[in-house]
């Protein structure tokens, strides 16, 4: 599984952006998708995660009511929908999926990740 993010930018305080990540490869043993991030000098968070047919969402607490991810498993695309953003929204932003086939149970992937930086 390939995993490409896109639609970072800089942004002022108060505006919005949104994330895109695309898979490629083998899609169809894609479970769960999530997208995290990572400031500088800081270990890298969860932001949000969804569930494989998208019915279940969680939040850090950080980004409740402001950030809403989503997926569409037709287009193999997972988005992250960023309003009301704050300087200390700045990081770079990485996709992560789980796969899981029964040969080799679950597995990690991860995108190349996409810089967001929100100035005040």
């Known amino acids: 599984v390939q995993l490409v993010e896109s639609g970072g930018g800089l942004v002022q305080a108060g505006g919005s952006l949104r994330l895109s990540c695309a898979a490629s490869g083998s899609t169809f043993s894609i479970n769960a998708m999530g997208w995290y991030r990572q400031a500088p000098g800081k270990q890298r968070e969860l932001v949000a995660a969804?569930?494989?047919?998208?019915?279940?969402?969680n939040y850090a607490d950080s980004v409740k009511g402001r950030f809403t991810i989503s997926r569409d498993n037709a287009k193999n695309t997972m988005y992250l929908q960023m309003n009301s953003l704050k300087p200390e929204d700045t990081a770079v932003y990485y996709c992560?999926?789980?796969?899981?086939?029964?040969?080799?149970?679950?597995?990690?992937?991860w995108g190349q990740g996409t810089q967001v930086t929100v100035s005040s």
């Open positions: 969804i569930t494989s047919g998208g019915g279940n969402t």
């Open positions: 992560h999926a789980e796969t899981y086939t029964a040969a080799r149970g679950p597995v990690p992937y």
